[in-house]
């Protein structure tokens, strides 16, 4: 699957798109959902946190094979390596925290690998995802 999206108002729809997918395939509830939510973080970091160009398009490519999920995510927006934006402090009270980090530590968590690199002005984000044996 690749498709590309321009607006923040469309991630939803890029989410869906990855469930359908994933769906389709026969994989397992438990991995779409992770996917979706990895997705949609992703891509709001880079189309609301990360870009305020009209210009900015987001684009996904889904690979799928008998073992993992790869999700490749790539964006004209400015640097931003989501692999070194610091882990947030879970034991800091409410009050404490900065707004924001939770989400990539989320991703981080969910993740089997995630890989970032900066090319040609674009922020390449790769995602692997395990597959449980008995899907996919």
Known sequence: MHKTIAS???????ADAVETTLAEAGIDRACIHDARLIVEELACNALVHGSADEDAHLRLRLQLDAAQLV????????AFDPTAAPAPDLDASIDQRPIGGLGLH????????????????RNLVRVTLRLDPATG
Not at 8 to 14: K, Q, R, S, T
Not at 71 to 78: Q, S
């Open 106 to 121: 989320l991703v981080r968590e969910l993740a089997h690998s995630l890989d970032y690199r900066r090319h040609e002005g």
């Open 71 to 78: 999700l490749e995510l790539d964006d004209n927006g400015p």
């Open 8 to 14: 923040p108002a469309h991630i939803g729809e890029l």
